[in-house]
C-alpha cells in the first residue's frame, strides 16, 4: 500500500512557476497526471526509481521538470513559463517497478488526492 499526498499546487500569473512535491514511501514508478474540467486525465511525465529516467507527454515537454529524492520519499514536478491551459487538478500516482516509465493511467495503482493549479492570464 502506498499513501500518495500532494502539495504545493495554487493560483499563478501566465509565466510564472511552482513547484509540486508528492510523498509517499515504497518503492515504485512514479509519474504525475493532470485533468482540466471536462477533460480526460493527461500524462505529464514519469521517473522511474533507481536510474531516475525521465520520460514527458505533450504536455510536459520543455516547461516541466520531474525529478525524486527516495531518500526522503519524495517526487517533484517543476513547473515554469505556466500557461493558462495548464490550469488542471494535478495528481502524483505510482507504478509497480516493472512498468517503466508508463504513460497509461490503468498501470498505476496508487494516486495522490489531488491538487489544483490555476493559472491566469
Given at each position: ?5 500532494e ?18 514511501s ?15 486525465r ?19 515537454q520543455?516547461?516541466f521538470?520531474?525529478s525524486r ?5 519524495t ?6 513559463s ?6 488542471a ?33
Amino acid at each position: 500500500q502506498v499513501h500518495l499526498v500532494e502539495t504545493g499546487g495554487g493560483s499563478v500569473q501566465a509565466g510564472g512557476s511552482l513547484r509540486l512535491s508528492c510523498t509517499g514511501s515504497g518503492t515504485y514508478t512514479m509519474a504525475w497526471f493532470r485533468q482540466a474540467p471536462g477533460k480526460e486525465r493527461e500524462f505529464v511525465a514519469a521517473i522511474t526509481w533507481s536510474e531516475h529516467s525521465t520520460y514527458y507527454g505533450d504536455s510536459g515537454q520543455g516547461r516541466f521538470t520531474i525529478s525524486r529524492d527516495n531518500v526522503s520519499n519524495t517526487g517533484y514536478l517543476q513547473m515554469d513559463s505556466l500557461q493558462p491551459e495548464d490550469t488542471a487538478v494535478y495528481y502524483c500516482a505510482a507504478a509497480p517497478l516493472r512498468f517503466r516509465l508508463s504513460y497509461r493511467p490503468t498501470d498505476y495503482d496508487y494516486w495522490g488526492q489531488g491538487t489544483q493549479v490555476t493559472v491566469s492570464a
